[in-house]
């Protein structure tokens, strides 16, 4: 029998989705014959014409649908179930404060985060604290703000924990973050499964690690924690190896008389920017009950990604089109310093014209670039697209995750507006951020006092 054809390498060999197929896997979008490219009942030019460009937009509604749609595959597959939004992915207050509406919790990962989801409305009791370096001062205000648990990732960080908790007259409840050793197949610098990353413990020590913390007088472990990579868009494989091994280890765990309550399970699901194909929530579901479903043990998500993605648009206007000798650059007001993904992961986004017009123009190669002086400043390189002549309004799409939360200032570009759309309304939940805001702080040395500038 002939070997199976490997799987497509997103991105390379198949040809781009066209627009029509873009916007038809996007519920959120519609092209309005007259008034162009809209988010739900907004058109995006009006959002242009009211608060400029670079702006990103995002849709309540995907953000409401999408976290409704995850809790109903978790409840459908009847697991005792709750879903902690994993806020780096887009930190806005407006964003969280929506999901917690949802009956969301949060998964953050520095005191900047965890101040961002009680401040969003997150109840303390539905917080999750991830990520391999916690200061004592993250670890202090997690404890003082009594928050659901702390996600611990070392044998080191344990006894500094505990050390703290002690100090306080506390115990912190933790889980154990394991690393399972599966490989995620996703885009090396997102893996976090595999033995060589530096998140978690090896699965194999992971006995006599929790042994240790159930020995630490500042501790209370409740369970298991685990987050295998990001973007994870290959099948539902690598999840079932990682829960059925997770399940294992919780029955080795309670055979020793360890208390094992709640297994973690990690964010991680794909999402379709191009041609992935990523699991759906009810495969997820359903690996998740078959590694673990028998155990009785309350069972946490946290899923960043695949809430926002789809809901964010990055909506920018084009400065210029450059017609080089041998390529056509379309130079738009937003660089990478705005959406990185491109330039950090190579990764690739559907980019739709606004007007109705250029919708329907003829269509030819195209690199599409930012302002910024680096190469790497590119979203994509030869895109069908039509004419866009200076003042041309293009919507960068799934641009709701990792956007807006990787942002820098770099060439001293101010932080791009934010705006929501629910309806037919539209709201700016975060001001374009002023040049005044982007000197603020800063002074010369204080050995030229008197010649500060302003
Ligand atoms: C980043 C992260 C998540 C969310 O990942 P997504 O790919 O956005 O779902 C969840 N848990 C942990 C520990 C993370 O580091």
């Known amino acids: 029998m002939a070997a199976p054809a490997p799987l497509p390498i997103p991105g390379s060999e198949t040809p781009d989705p066209s627009f029509g197929d873009l916007l038809a896997a996007r519920p959120a979008l519609a092209m309005d014959p007259l008034a ?66 949802e009956g969301l919790g949060a998964d953050v990962v520095s005191e900047g985060e965890l101040r961002g989801a009680l401040a969003a409305g997150v109840p303390a009791s539905g917080i999750v604290f991830s990520g391999v370096g916690k200061t004592d001062r993250e670890m202090r205000l997690a404890i003082a703000e009594d928050i659901l648990q ?19 007259g506390r115990k912190a409840r933790v889980a154990l973050r394991v690393n399972p050793d599966v490989d995620a197949k996703t885009h090396a610098k997102i893996t976090t499964g595999l033995t060589e990353n530096k998140f978690g413990v ?17 501790l209370d472990p409740v369970g298991l924690t685990v987050h295998i990579g990001s973007q994870i868009a290959q099948g539902i494989g690598s999840y079932r190896a990682a829960y059925q091994r997770l399940g294992e280890l919780v029955r080795e765990l309670r055979a020793a008389g360890h208390p094992v309550h709640r297994v973690d399970c990690g964010g991680g699901l794909g999402i379709t920017y191009r041609d992935e194909i990523p699991a759906t929530p009810a495969a997820l579901a359903g690996a998740i009950k078959a590694g ?26 084009v400065i210029v089109e450059k017609h080089a000798t041998t390529r056509r ?19 690739w986004h559907g980019i739709l014209p606004v007007s109705p017009s250029a919708f329907r123009a003829p269509l030819s190669p195209a690199d599409v670039v930012g302002p910024v002086c680096e190469s790497s400043d590119t979203f994509t390189k030869a895109r069908d697209l039509p ?22 200032t770099y060439n001293a570009r101010p932080l791009a507006a934010e705006v929501m759309v629910e ?24 050995w030229t006092e008197g010649q500060n500038p302003g």
């Not at 650059?329 to 990764?347: G, Q, S």
Request: proline content about 7%.
């Open 387 to 408: 004419p866009l002549p200076p003042e041309s309004l293009v919507a960068i799409l799934d641009a709701g995750a990792y956007g807006a939360s990787m942002s820098s």
């Open 423 to 446: 309806g037919a309304r539209f709201s700016v939940i975060r001001d374009r951020q002023s040049y005044d805001a982007l000197l603020a702080g800063q002074r010369l040395p204080s």
């Open 36 to 101: 162009g490219l809209m988010v739900e009942e907004v058109p995006l030019a009006r959002i242009a014409a009211a608060v400029g460009s670079p702006t990103w937009v995002y849709s309540a509604g995907t953000l409401r649908r999408r976290a409704r749609m995850l809790k109903d595959a978790l409840a459908e597959a009847g697991l005792d179930a709750s879903i902690h939004y994993a806020t780096k992915a887009n930190p806005a207050l407006a964003v969280v404060n929506l999901l917690a509406q």
């Open 150 to 168: 702390l996600n611990i990732e070392s044998a080191e960080e344990a006894e500094m924990l505990s050390a703290v908790a002690a100090s306080l």
């Open 292 to 317: 673990l479903g028998d155990l009785g043990v309350k069972i946490m998500m946290e899923p960043g990604r695949w809430i926002a993605g789809p809901a964010g648009v990055l909506l920018t206007r």
């Open 202 to 218: 090896p699965i194999a020590t992971a006995p006599e690690l929790y042994a240790r913390l159930c020995a630490l007088p500042g």
């Open 329 to 347: 650059f379309v130079i738009v007001d937003a660089a990478m310093n705005d959406l990185l993904r491109p330039a950090m992961y190579e990764a």
